[in-house]
């Protein structure tokens, strides 16, 4: 039975291409298409300009980059290492090699001093407490003078910040008077 459905299928699309075969296309069309790819033709020729401004710019940028190197600067111990004198030989082979030959580098193995870094002091309580500013100061007071009240008064705070906020329904009059 499986067979059948794409034959249906088949005749439902031939159905529906057919009735919109019946078309026509727009006067004009087989001119505005060749125009197009008249002009899609001459576009390419030009196409080489690009090419020919980039490869100077990336070729100069390439020769900046290379010849302006940032050089880092020396660390103090190598500063001192290449300002100080060599150690005077006494082998015996060393008084041999003749004085015309060029010296030969020797490589010098810096080290750098470790410094140990002191740990940050810890806090037996964080954030570390301040001293008390006049307004805090001045309701200590108040609270140890009459502490029936303040609680009272912080109790009905409480209970204030538990109800919903009601915000009143704006009225804007209309402007009279002008044109």
Do not use: C
């Amino acid at each position: 039975m499986r067979s059948n459905q794409p034959d249906e299928l088949d005749k439902l699309l031939d159905e529906a291409l057919a009735s919109y075969s019946s078309e026509e296309p727009r006067p004009g069309l087989e001119q505005r298409v060749l125009g197009r790819v008249r002009a899609a033709g001459t576009q390419r020729r030009f196409g080489w300009w690009r090419w020919a401004v980039a490869i100077p710019v990336l070729a100069s940028l390439l020769v900046v980059a290379i010849t302006h190197r940032v050089k880092p600067q020396a660390t103090i111990a190598e500063r001192t290492i290449s300002t100080a004198q060599p150690p005077a030989t006494t082998d015996a082979a060393s008084a041999e090699e003749p004085q015309a030959a060029a010296p030969r580098r020797r490589h010098r193995v810096v080290t750098r001093p470790v410094v140990a870094r002191s740990p940050l002091p810890r806090l037996s309580v964080f954030p570390r407490p301040s001293a008390l500013s006049p307004e805090e100061r001045a309701l200590v007071d108040l609270v140890a003078r009459f502490p029936d009240q303040a609680r009272e008064v912080l109790i009905e705070a409480d209970q204030r910040s538990a109800e919903p906020i009601e915000i009143r329904k704006i009225q804007i009059p209309p402007l009279t008077g002008g044109s």
